[in-house]
């Protein structure tokens, strides 16, 4: 299995307060990706990386932020979680762009109340 | 602009009867396909991948899964489905540029003894 490891794994919080949720990786790629899986919605993308200090915004970036100050962390933050961000967070990584197979975390369930 | 749909939002199947899950996509050059299963409460694994070549790919877990390119359709067949099957199927696609993916909505799979 791929070295991805997410921190914390579950998390409650209130509505209007900063969270930010942590990815690791031991592999050296450089594609880091956050998702959120809803039901009825599969997984979107929120934001990605293609290297250090390198990002992007995916398909539902609003109200998030992320940073990648080194090849191994990409952090998302919720400046102001609100409770439509009550969902499941997946890392994923890849060692190439779109074409090639990502490799999933073990998920963070954040629930805002 | 990619797309992937899973027009099936949940599927049941006696333990041994054979399975297939349908995937079509929406892309304009050969897009690379993937199949991904998730147990409950963990991450996504991959089971197979389709990039170019023989259009009928083998996978993990006995699984295959065939790319037919007039029929913008990818998919996910088992010949003889087992009890430990019983998870979330997503299929997704990614383009040989860019550096995102698309995930269809996923299929949930019930397996009956």
């Known amino acids: 299995d791929a070295g991805i490891t997410q921190s914390p794994r579950h998390k409650v919080t209130e509505t209007g307060t900063p969270v930010t949720l942590r990815c690791h990786q031991t592999?050296?790629?450089?594609?880091m990706y956050w998702y959120r899986q809803d039901p009825g919605h599969g997984l979107r993308l929120i934001h990605y990386?293609?290297?250090?200090?390198?990002?992007d915004k995916g398909e539902v970036s609003d109200g998030y932020s992320v940073s990648r100050s080194k090849t191994e962390d990409f952090l998302l933050t919720l400046e102001s979680a609100t409770s439509s961000q009550t969902s499941v967070y997946f890392c994923?990584?890849?060692?190439?762009?779109?074409?090639?197979?990502?490799?999933f975390g073990p998920g963070t369930r954040l629930t805002v109340l | 602009a990619q797309s992937v749909t899973q027009p099936d939002i949940h599927i049941t199947v006696s333990e041994g009867a054979s399975l297939e899950l349908r995937c079509n996509y929406s892309?304009?050059?050969?897009?690379?396909l993937f199949w991904y299963v998730q147990s409950p409460g963990q991450g996504l694994q991959l089971l197979l991948k389709y990039f170019s070549g023989d259009t009928l790919v083998q996978g993990i877990k006995g699984f295959e899964a065939e790319f037919k390119r007039s029929q913008s359709s990818f998919n996910l067949r088992k010949p003889s489905v087992h009890w430990s099957d019983a998870a979330e199927y997503f299929c997704?696609?990614?383009?040989?540029?860019?550096?995102?993916?698309?995930f269809g909505t996923g299929t949930s799979l019930t397996v009956i003894p």
């Open positions: 892309y304009g050059a050969t897009p690379y």
């Open positions: 994923a990584i890849s060692d190439s762009a779109g074409g090639n197979e990502q490799f």
């Open positions: 990386s293609y290297g250090v200090k390198d990002t």
């Open positions: 592999e050296n790629h450089r594609y």
């Open positions: 997704a696609v990614g383009a040989s540029t860019g550096n995102q993916f698309y």
